[in-house]
């Protein structure tokens, strides 16, 4: 028996490559904002816990006061991507959220805990109060935040264990078991915190808040993370490639439409090797210029959006393996309503953009002295 639930007999309200695409670039952008928050959070831990130096307090106040706006961002980029996967995978997607649904409808909670713990990490640090283990309950929380992600995102390719998921508990309060690609998948992302982490201090070792020893001490420090963590999240992405079905991988090599998705992982690879490169270069070189903070920014964003595309691609050929074809839907475009929705999406751009603008203009204050 085919195991999906029956299409919606609604047709699709834009076409399907549109969707797509604007599933992308807002899921590499949530990407991006929960990447920096994994890694900046532990990095701003560990920093206030050994405090090495008075440098090192300044770095961990800066990443922590700069938490709880990326806070903002995880979840605010999280919802575009939820709603265009919703439309595009809902019945694979919600099947698989529903298998687990105690867990599931847990991270509303989990997420609430990680935000109020992420205000009192900062808080205890303004005041200079001991903080880390509040900071370190928000890092595994949201560390377990990512794991019921990926444990989500991997249990919708498999729909052959549904049936006796649901038999063993048609409450949602088992977790499955004996998927290869979960364990990977989820330290890739949690690798990659760190390492973009780093990055993130690269590019803060170029903002003009800080004096120039702090400077120093935030490039070399991120670099060095950069660089070394960056290793580990290529390994990590070589290992969720090489546990993915055969089918998958031959699919990613010769699929006409499916090969650019494997030609986006190449490009994941080398783009994380230039980015180790950028943060030996931060570490050693003790680099702090405007420009070269830029560069960190700029690989952080094209690593995500490539890994988000070869995702993607590895989600279409496991699902076509299995029946499930995301572009065998009916579209009925209403151009009208595509047409509003793109001017208010440029609109919304224009005005963050504006904000981002009204920031950078604003007074400086010296972040050691605040
Ligand atoms: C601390 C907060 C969060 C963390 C750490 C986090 C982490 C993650 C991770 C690790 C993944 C990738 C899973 C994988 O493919 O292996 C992911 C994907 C995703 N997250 Fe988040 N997330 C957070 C908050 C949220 C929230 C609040 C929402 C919903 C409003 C959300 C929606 C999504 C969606 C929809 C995807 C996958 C989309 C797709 O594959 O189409 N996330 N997130």
New binding site residues.
Partial sequence: MHPFPAVDPIPLPAPIWLLKLL?IVT?AL??VA?EM??GGLLLAVLLSLFRGSPASMVAARALARRLTIV?TF??NL??P??L??QV??GRA?YTSSVLIGLYWIS??G??TL?YWLLYRFTARLEAGKSAWWVGLSAWV???C???L??T???LMLRPEVWRQMYSASAAGAYLPTGDPT?TP??L???TGGIFIGGLWLVYLAGRSTFTVDEKLFLAALGGKVAAVFGLAYLAAGLWAASVQPEIVKTGLRADALYKFAGFAGYLWLALVGVAVLVGLAAGFGKLTANWFSWVGVLLAVLIEITLVVY??GV?DLTLLSKGYNVWDRAVETNWWVVGLFLVLFVVGLGVVGWLVSVVVRSKKVMEGAA
């Fill in positions: 599933h899921l949530h990407f929960v928050l994994l806070m995880v979840i999280a919802v991507p939820l265009f996967s595009l995978y997607l991270i509303i989990l997420l990680t929380l949201a560390g935040i990512a794991r992600l990926s989500t995102m991997t979960l998948r989820w890739l992302m949690m995702r993607d989600r």
